[in-house]
């Protein structure tokens, strides 16, 4: 509930009939004001298959009060193949560049308990 209501401007949830649907958490980094970081993406099992995370990201960047956005960021691990296409269709979709390098290393800042988690930089678009 804080995530959504401190973030509302860069959050979106997706309901209907069945209930919620989908969600993601994001917000504008202090340092970039022009780049939107993705924080999470959550789609329900029952709607999965359906682009839904693709549709909440572009109608994200779609917002007017989000009109000077150029850039979307977000952090994968390697073995995210489903975040991994899902940015890669974001990129395509918006006709930008998607670009990766290690941010949070494995080793050096997650001390071997977590995967390498990789910066992934869409844009401009």
């Known amino acids: 509930m804080l995530q959504s209501s401190h973030f509302a401007r860069t959050s979106i949830l997706v309901e209907d009939h069945e209930g919620l649907q989908g969600w993601i958490s994001g917000y504008l980094i202090p340092d970039e004001p022009h780049t939107l970081f993705v924080w999470q993406v959550a ?12 549709r909440m990201i572009k109608k994200l960047v779609s917002r007017e009060r989000l009109r ?28 930008a ?29």
Do not use: C, Y
């Open 43 to 54: 789609v329900a099992r029952a709607a999965r298959g359906r682009k839904l995370g693709k």
């Open 97 to 125: 560049e998607l670009t990766s390098a290690p941010h949070f290393d494995r080793q050096a800042h997650l001390g071997g308990e977590h995967e390498t988690e990789f910066m992934v930089t869409i844009g401009p678009f």
């Open 68 to 95: 000077d956005v150029t850039h979307i960021k977000t952090t994968i691990t390697r073995d995210n193949a489903a975040s991994w296409g899902l940015f890669h269709s974001v990129a395509s979709e918006l006709g």
